[in-house]
């Protein structure tokens, strides 16, 4: 069965701290891996990953995907109270454009 | 503006009321995917659209129809609304069905009593 877990479910740290977010996966014929950030709405896109080991970077946030360990982490530097949100993960499948998501980390940024 | 918009953003309706939740995008894309959104198990995917009159069943599509009459439109449709589905639905749009520029809608929020 295909699948997308992330981990931790939830975070909180303060503001100025470095956190990393997990996403592991099992899915037939991967294309892409992407990361979306969810406030109280729609998830809006952060990044796209589709080959290991190639850093993916936007401000003080950045990503990479390692293939072979069939994984990806998000990382955020030096923590915001405005990256509180639920970050989630979603692989792409070939076969007939399939999206599987994670269900998400909540992170929670105290001042 | 580009968006996906979608009706209602509210929507409290009792077991068996024939409903629809419309979507519709002003960005000419060919791809159209409804998801559903439940605490714990994140997003799902109802039903996708590749193009006009092209649909697929996602991994969740019991309970549920769509349409794509029309490249801006892709409406969800609950014949016969049940309780277990209560849930946060998204409407998300991209030009090549690539997650590259996925849009997503606002979500409509429905309570099946």
């Known amino acids: 069965e295909d699948k997308v877990v992330q981990s931790p479910l939830s975070l909180v740290v303060h503001e100025g701290d470095t956190v990393t977010l997990n996403c592991s996966y099992e899915v037939t014929n991967f294309r892409s891996l992407l990361w979306y950030k969810q406030e109280k709405k729609a998830p809006t896109f952060l990044f796209m990953l589709?080959?290991?080991?190639i850093e993916k970077k936007s401000g003080r946030l950045s990503s990479i995907l390692d293939k072979k360990e069939l994984f990806s982490i998000l990382n955020i530097t030096a923590t915001q109270t405005g990256d509180s949100a639920v970050y989630l993960c979603?692989?792409?499948?070939?076969?007939?454009?399939?999206?599987?998501f994670g269900s998400g980390t909540k992170l929670n940024v105290k001042p | 503006e580009a968006q996906v918009t979608q009706n209602p953003r509210y929507l409290i309706t009792v077991t068996g009321k024939k409903l629809t939740v419309t979507c519709s995008q002003n960005?000419?894309?060919?791809?159209m995917s409804w998801y559903r959104q439940d605490p714990g198990l994140g997003l799902r995917q109802i039903y996708y659209s590749m193009n006009v009159e092209v649909t697929d069943k996602g991994d969740v599509p019991e309970g549920y129809k769509v349409s794509r009459k029309e490249k801006r439109n892709f409406p969800l449709i609950l014949e016969s609304p049940s309780p277990n589905q209560t849930s946060l639905y998204f409407c998300?749009?991209?030009?090549?069905?690539f997650g590259y520029g996925y849009t997503f809608g606002s979500g409509t929020r429905l309570t099946v009593v």
């Open positions: 589709t080959s290991s080991g």
């Open positions: 960005m000419n894309h060919e791809y």
């Open positions: 998300a749009s991209s030009p090549t069905g």
């Open positions: 979603a692989v792409e499948a070939n076969n007939f454009n399939k999206f599987y």
